[in-house]
């Protein structure tokens, strides 16, 4: 009996180390997206649906008074961004703007402005920036921007923006020569 | 291709399932109490840009059939009921409005699958689905048949 009581309280005390752990690990909790396309994207159900069946996705809702979709990720789940806009796509619109909020501090972003969060490496846009401020990041790169900002923001970006994938050299901070990088500002 | 299937809008030749929501008094308004008229069911919202356009259509199209048997019950998605009043003043509103407050997770939604707005049904007086989003000249003309004008 003292031995499975024992056990139990090795238990517990491994679940909350775990639960530590977990919280401390920089994660996307939830996301704003402004789909665009040739008719009202908030009168169609089909972006609430596609977002709705993604494995990472716990809620989506549409802001009226925004006009954007509010989606909450399942908690610890590994947030894909590109399956964020490939589902929107495929409901026959494009992403205008992708936010997304999270828990980042005491998060360390290396030299050139890259951070990771999740499973994946996101890279400020500009030269330069190396800060995280905040909880929210916007996603530059390409599809998750209309057609006009990208190609304002394309000028004197960082050159990962143009492939979204990691150059040469950045094996020296464990990122695979063309490893999908995200782009983001503040 | 199954979830297609399950999937698919209600289709013409069935009779329409039924709907009973409130009214902006509180009172229930049933389409099955609408049997003996022609029906025109209205799915909209005040967010809705291409439905408040369809509305302006439906605005001066209304008089001229609704004392020929014609009647609209449009059912609005919206989740502040104080948008929705605004909507039906301000598009000059005079026909039958419910509301089924859950947006797109609402039961009228779900029951009539409906996956886009404005999207509308036309019944004829016996409860049966005889087309869906009909607009302008061709509600017109569908009307006039249907009224056995």
Redesign the interface.
Known sequence: MKYAMNMIKRFFIFCILLLQLQTMEAQFTRADLQATGLTCALCSNAINKALGILPFVASVKADIKNSSFSIVFKPGASVNPDEISKAVEDAGFFVGSLQLTGTFSGLEVKPGGLVKIGQYWFRFYKPGLNKLTGQTVKLMDKSFLTAKEFKKISAGAVPSLKTGRAERGMEKDGIKSGERIYHISN | MIQRGADAQIKQGYNAPEVALPSATGDTVRLSSLKGKVVLLDFW?S?????RVSNKGLAKLYPKFKDKGFEILGVSLD??HA?WQKAVKKDKISWLQVIDDG??ESVT?NKWR?????TSYLINKEGVLIAMDLEGKELEKALRQLLGE
């Open positions: 919202a967010w809705c840009g291409p439905c989740e502040d948008d947006g797109w939604v409906i996956s886009a707005i404005p």
